[in-house]
Nanobody
Framework: QVQLVESGGGLVQTGGSLRLSCAASGRTFSSYAMGWFRQAPGKEREFVTTIIRSGYVTYYADSVKGRFTISRDNAKNTVYLQMNSLKPENTAVYYC??????????????????WGQGTQVTVSS
């Protein structure tokens, strides 16, 4: 069984930065790809970014491209989300998730097998 635990959320002003972490345990971390999703109040969970098992390929939603960076450290069983130039519309609960499909780009929540509990990110204007 895989457990994912996010940390690093908080309150930040517009234009600020946050770095989220997601620590994994259980199954060998390098055996599954990872992604970040977010969900704002009253909205559906939306894809943010994904990274393949090796970390060499990443993919971003257009809304965060150039501002957010996903990375992973397989030796530390951790995936990160560096968020820069934050905007109020980025306010949401951020979730890390893992999937075992063979495809590189997986953006649908239903295709992810493992989920963390989420961490709140609030960007004040």
């Amino acid at each position: 069984q895989v457990q994912l635990v996010e940390s690093g959320g908080g309150l930040v002003q517009t234009g600020g930065s946050l770095r989220l972490s997601c620590a994994a345990s259980g199954r060998t971390f390098s055996s599954y790809a990872m992604g970040w999703f977010r969900q704002a109040p009253g909205k559906e969970r939306e894809f943010v970014t994904t990274i393949i098992r090796s970390g060499y390929v990443t993919y971003y939603a257009d809304s965060v491209k150039g501002r957010f960076t996903i990375s992973r450290d397989n030796a530390k069983n951790t995936v990160y989300l560096q968020m820069n130039s934050l905007k109020p519309e980025n306010t949401a609960v951020y979730y890390c998730a893992g999937h075992t499909t063979s495809r590189y780009i997986v953006t649908m929540p239903r295709e992810y097998d493992y989920w963390g509990q989420g961490t709140q990110v609030t960007v004040s204007s």
